[in-house]
Nanobody, 126 residues
Framework: QVQVVESGGSLVQAGGSLRLSCTTSGLTFDDYFMGWFRQAPGKEREGVSCISRSSTHTYYADSVKGRFTVSRDNAKNTLYLEMNSLKPEDTAMYYC???????????????????WGQGTQVTVSS
């Protein structure tokens, strides 16, 4: 049974930092590209960042470019999202997802992902 579990969400002041983690089990981690998505109340789910299987390719949404850094440790089956200079508009539920494709390096589209976590809440106060 595949499990995807996010952690690290919290309440933080604007300008602060957080590090989200995502651990997986039941799948061969380095067979999957990984992504971070977020969804704020009343808004659609947004692709925040993704990383290819060997970390050679990454993607960032324009809204987080220069502030967020995605990384993975294949030996620990863990994905990370380092978030700096947080803004109130970063407030959302953050989800981790795993996707597998013979030809994709990674994707900002939720339809490309096979497995999802339950999410971790990030709240940024002004």
């Amino acid at each position: 049974q595949v499990q995807v579990v996010e952690s690290g969400g919290s309440l933080v002041q604007a300008g602060g930092s957080l590090r989200l983690s995502c651990t997986t089990s039941g799948l061969t981690f380095d067979d999957y590209f990984m992504g971070w998505f977020r969804q704020a109340p009343g808004k659609e789910r947004e692709g925040v960042s993704c990383i290819s299987r060997s970390s050679t390719h990454t993607y960032y949404a324009d809204s987080v470019k220069g502030r967020f850094t995605v990384s993975r440790d294949n030996a620990k089956n863990t994905l990370y999202l380092e978030m700096n200079s947080l803004k109130p508009e970063d407030t959302a539920m953050y989800y981790c997802a795993a996707g597998r494709s013979a030809w994709r390096s990674c994707s900002s589209s939720s339809s490309a992902y096979n497995y999802w976590g339950q999410g971790t809440q990030v709240t940024v106060s002004s």
